[in-house]
């Protein structure tokens, strides 16, 4: 069993900041890559940010404004979001590549989303 706690989200006037942050924790034996996904109403998931094997990588449209960061420690990742626009209000999903045992496949699990609203 694996379970996400997320945290950060909430209401933000255009410009501001929000840190995102994603804890798993239950029967993990081993994570490999980290993500932050947003679902805006209507529209699909969609990847915003990745952390695997020390490389980030970001969706276009965050370049320069969002940083992913993880602690492998506390099995954790953070997404810093900063000079926040309207158009980046959506749900915030954290998911991570893990094996839940040695005999397993790695797997994609996902937390729970936080809301992030943007006024404008």
């Known amino acids: 069993q694996v379970q996400f706690v997320e945290s950060g989200g909430g209401l933000v006037q255009a410009g501001g900041s929000l840190r995102l942050s994603c804890a798993a924790s239950g029967s993990i034996f081993s994570i490999s890559a980290m993500y932050w996904y947003r679902q805006a109403p209507g529209k699909q998931r969609d990847v915003v940010a990745a952390f695997s094997a020390g490389i980030t990588s970001y969706t276009d449209s965050v370049k320069g404004r969002f940083t992913i960061s993880r602690d492998n420690a506390k099995n954790t990742v953070y997404l810093q979001m900063n000079s926040l626009k309207p158009e980046d209000t959506a749900v915030y999903y954290c998911?991570?590549?893990?094996?839940?045992?040695?005999?397993?496949?790695?797997?994609?699990?996902w937390g729970q989303g936080t809301q992030v609203t943007v006024s404008s």
């Open positions: 998911a991570a590549d893990m094996l839940i045992s040695k005999t397993d496949s790695f797997r994609r699990y």
